[in-house]
């Protein structure tokens, strides 16, 4: 099927023509996003393929669907880019990838913490100027801390289990569906106010809808401990960043670790390195010593690249054989009637 492929880099390139030597579809890289202004590059392409940044509003899905797309096959789990009601009222079907590889981003998780908690990003800087100082280097054992885990599904249960078996942390866990696996092996859930008020590090593991944007806020951070650690390698609007800067601010916050940003689709994928970041926000967070940022790299393994290919051919595949994709988003399931 031909298929046009925004937001390519390199090694989606790689990946996707390596894993298409056995399905055979006729891919067109694009390097640009996906917006208003672009989507006329899709223009006689039956489907599109599509990453976290790439805008689906409905502007852009009615110029998509005038060009003759009918297919948006995103190579990522999550899907809050995607107007879904307008999707299915213009006849798209939408797949997704939903699990190509959990342990990434719960093993980016558990280097986060780590990397916060014992400071290994001042650490590495010291040394290779020479200074070996230890003064402002001091941590915590992570043994018999508590550890919040907001969303039990495949990634938030991996950290779970990590913390609990590797680590022997107490677990506090909230979630609408409790997961008895982790129940049995001591994990906790509470209501979300108790999560917030006895977790030491809290992590987020929870798709991006409206009722979970900005779970993170003025209310629920005044809930949390002094000097709490917080990760975020889910969806970057889970995080009131504005509330975060004055929780940093007045030590509320002990430490920040995301690989995801509300408003990363202008930075995040791009080398920006030889110019002026314009989002005064996010460079306010930069300021910070406590904070540590990767660019939506929790994703960014071998396997994971190999597994969002090969999947996201099959959801194309299926389409074109008049299946279900594997990935099928069901629009009713997922925001109710």
Same mark, same amino acid.
């Given at each position: 099927?031909?298929?046009?492929?925004?937001?390519?880099?390199?090694?989606?390139?790689?990946?996707?023509?390596?894993?298409?030597?056995?399905?055979?579809?006729?891919?067109?890289?694009?390097?640009?996003?996906?917006?208003? @202004?672009?989507?006329?590059?899709?223009?006689?392409?039956?489907?599109?393929?599509?990453?976290?940044?790439?805008?689906?509003?409905?502007?852009?899905?009615?110029?998509?669907?005038?060009?003759?797309?009918?297919?948006?096959? &995103?190579?990522?789990?999550?899907?809050?880019? =995607?107007? &879904? @009601?307008?999707?299915?009222?213009? !006849?798209?079907?939408?797949?997704?990838?939903?699990?190509?590889?959990?342990?990434? =981003?719960?093993?980016?998780?558990?280097?986060? #913490?780590?990397?916060?908690?014992?400071?290994?990003?001042?650490?590495?800087?010291?040394?290779?100027?020479?200074?070996?100082? $230890?003064?402002? &280097?001091?941590?915590?054992?992570?043994?018999?801390? /508590?550890?919040?885990?907001?969303?039990?599904?495949?990634?938030?249960?991996?950290?779970?289990?990590?913390?609990?078996?590797?680590?022997?942390?107490?677990?506090?866990?909230?979630? /609408?569906?409790?997961?008895? %696996?982790?129940? *049995? &092996?001591?994990?906790?859930?509470?209501?979300?106010?108790? $999560?917030?008020?006895?977790?030491?590090?809290?992590?987020?593991?929870?798709?991006?809808?409206?009722?979970?944007?900005?779970?993170?806020?003025?209310?629920?951070?005044?809930?949390?401990?002094?000097?709490?650690?917080?990760?975020?390698?889910?969806? !970057?609007?889970?995080?009131?960043?504005?509330?975060?800067?004055? *929780?940093?601010?007045?030590?509320?916050?002990?430490?920040?670790?995301?690989? =995801?940003?509300?408003?990363? *689709?202008?930075?995040?994928?791009?080398?920006?390195?030889?110019?002026?970041?314009?989002?005064?926000?996010?460079? @306010?967070?930069?300021?910070?010593?406590?904070?540590?940022?990767?660019?939506?790299?929790?994703?960014?393994?071998? %396997?994971?690249?190999? *597994?969002?290919?090969?999947?996201?051919?099959?959801?194309?595949?299926?389409?074109? %054989? !008049?299946?279900?994709?594997? !990935?099928?988003?069901? #629009? %009713?399931? =997922?925001?109710?009637?």
């Amino acid at each position: 099927m031909k298929t046009a492929v925004f937001s390519t880099r390199s090694y989606d390139e790689c990946f996707l023509k390596a894993a298409n030597q056995k399905a055979g579809h006729e891919l067109h890289f694009f390097e640009a996003r996906l917006t208003e @202004r672009t989507c006329r590059l899709a223009e006689g392409f039956p489907a599109v393929c599509v990453f976290v940044n790439d805008q689906l509003d409905r502007p852009v899905l009615e110029k998509l669907a005038s060009g003759g797309t009918r297919l948006i096959a &995103l190579r990522c789990a999550g899907f809050n880019n =995607v107007d &879904l @009601r307008a999707a299915e009222a213009l !006849g798209f079907t939408v797949a997704r990838v939903p699990a190509y590889s959990p342990h990434a =981003v719960a093993e980016h998780t558990v280097a986060l #913490v780590l990397a916060l908690v014992r400071k290994l990003h001042k650490a590495y800087n010291r040394v290779r100027e020479g200074n070996f100082n $230890l003064e402002g &280097l001091l941590g915590f054992d992570l043994y018999k801390k /508590v550890v919040g885990v907001i969303g039990t599904g495949k990634i938030g249960s991996l950290v779970s289990r990590a913390f609990l078996v590797g680590f022997g942390c107490r677990v506090l866990c909230h979630d /609408v569906r409790p997961n008895p %696996e982790l129940v *049995a &092996l001591g994990a906790e859930y509470v209501p979300m106010e108790t $999560l917030c008020a006895q977790s030491d590090i809290i992590t987020l593991h929870c798709p991006l809808l409206p009722e979970t944007h900005h779970l993170i806020n003025e209310t629920t951070l005044q809930l949390m401990k002094d000097g709490v650690i917080l990760i975020n390698t889910s969806r !970057g609007a889970l995080i009131h960043t504005r509330a975060v800067i004055r *929780a940093l601010k007045t030590g509320k916050i002990g430490g920040l670790g995301l690989d =995801v940003y509300e408003e990363e *689709a202008d930075l995040f994928f791009e080398d920006l390195s030889n110019r002026i970041i314009q989002d005064d926000v996010f460079a @306010r967070m930069l300021t910070f010593p406590n904070v540590i940022i990767t660019g939506h790299q929790a994703f960014f393994t071998q %396997e994971a690249l190999e *597994a969002i290919a090969r999947e996201t051919l099959e959801n194309i595949t299926a389409f074109q %054989e !008049g299946r279900n994709p594997p !990935g099928l988003i069901e #629009v %009713e399931k =997922v925001l109710g009637s």
